[in-house]
């Protein structure tokens, strides 16, 4: 047996949807406008992710609303997006690129979801990711905080969806809540879970000036990058073990290197998004991970993605 492949094959399927490499940006990451979508088209990303977008155009939260700090980064956007008009325009044109494209879809009120749907079936992408997780809007909870809201609302999403959907969860901290979650998604009959989002209403200090580094809502904002790696792998292998063999897992969270990747796949995530590393890197960072992925996978003989997934050892 060679354990020591030569072509590792990258691309993963989800939902019945080819994806060249495992490796995307996750929502939010330099996908807003159509200059961010069209450079992701153009890198090596596996697919292209829209911004989740609203009924409106809208401007977002007040900067300084992102900040990066050693081991992570906060954010308060407060959901800047072109509104789905606009990305429904969009998004023929970004065919091109023959890769798959994922809406990304949010709201105020669940009206806001619906009518989002409804309009961009007509453009045709490969599948939609219903964002039940945005923590900076203020006022509103996570939705996918509250089960029955969560439910009600895809429920009525699923029955007008043309393409598969997903849904993209924020963090859960007790084994309780996966269980409870992923029975609802089964319920529902979601094609792919997202996870994580960032990790809510964190904050982050400047001792020295004595203030908080974002403006909105107090200083409060979601956390992302390295640090919450550990709640990200534990939330995909959580619900990979729940529900693994019928709902596929892309897992998002803490990725900054070939083997952050590595670590999301033997967890169970079928592909893997990129959020505060795309930000702080640029497009660029889907060829560096591509090859440590690849380096990764060779050392330990694996020769595709599908081969690795969800290989975790317990002791
Ligand atoms: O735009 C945002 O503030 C935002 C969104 Br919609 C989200 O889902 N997650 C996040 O960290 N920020």
Do not use: I, K, P
């Given at each position: 047996m060679d354990n020591f492949p030569n072509s590792i094959d990258l691309s993963t399927t989800i939902a019945g949807v080819y994806f060249p490499t495992c490796l995307m940006n996750a929502s939010?990451?330099?996908?807003?406008?159509q200059q961010d979508l069209h450079r992701l088209g153009e890198s090596h990303a596996g697919a292209i992710v829209t911004k989740s977008m609203t009924p409106q155009e809208r401007s977002g939260n007040p900067e300084p609303r992102y900040v990066s700090f050693p081991g992570g980064s906060i954010n308060s956007m407060g959901l800047p997006n072109l509104g789905y008009h606009a990305y429904t325009e969009l998004i023929p044109d970004l065919r091109v690129y023959n890769k798959p494209i994922v809406a990304s879809i949010a709201g105020l009120k669940p009206s806001d979801f619906l009518e989002a749907v409804t309009a961009v079936n007509d453009a045709k992408p490969d599948l939609m990711e219903i964002n039940l997780s945005c923590p900076n809007i203020p006022g509103k909870p996570q939705i996918g905080y509250d089960l029955h809201a969560s439910e009600d609302l895809l429920l009525k999403i699923r029955d007008r969806a043309i393409p598969p959907i997903g849904v993209k969860l924020p963090p859960y901290f007790d084994p309780v809540h996966h269980e409870a979650m992923a029975d609802m998604l089964t319920r529902v009959g979601v094609a792919f879970i997202s996870a994580i989002n960032s990790v809510g209403n964190g904050l982050v200090l400047d001792a020295e000036t004595e203030t908080v580094v974002i403006k909105p809502k107090g200083g409060f904002g979601g956390i992302g990058g390295r640090i919450i790696k550990p709640v990200a792998l534990a939330n995909v292998r959580a619900f990979y073990k729940l529900v693994g063999e019928h709902i596929q897992i892309i897992g998002t969270g803490g990725v900054e290197t070939g083997q952050d990747v590595f670590e999301h796949l033997l967890c169970g995530a079928s592909a893997v998004q990129l959020g505060t590393v795309l930000v702080n890197e640029h497009v660029e960072a889907f060829e560096r991970l591509e090859r440590e992925l690849m380096d990764w996978l060779r050392k330990k003989g694996y020769s595709s993605v599908a081969e690795c997934r969800g290989k975790l050892k317990e002791l």
């Open positions: 939010g990451a330099r996908c807003v406008t």
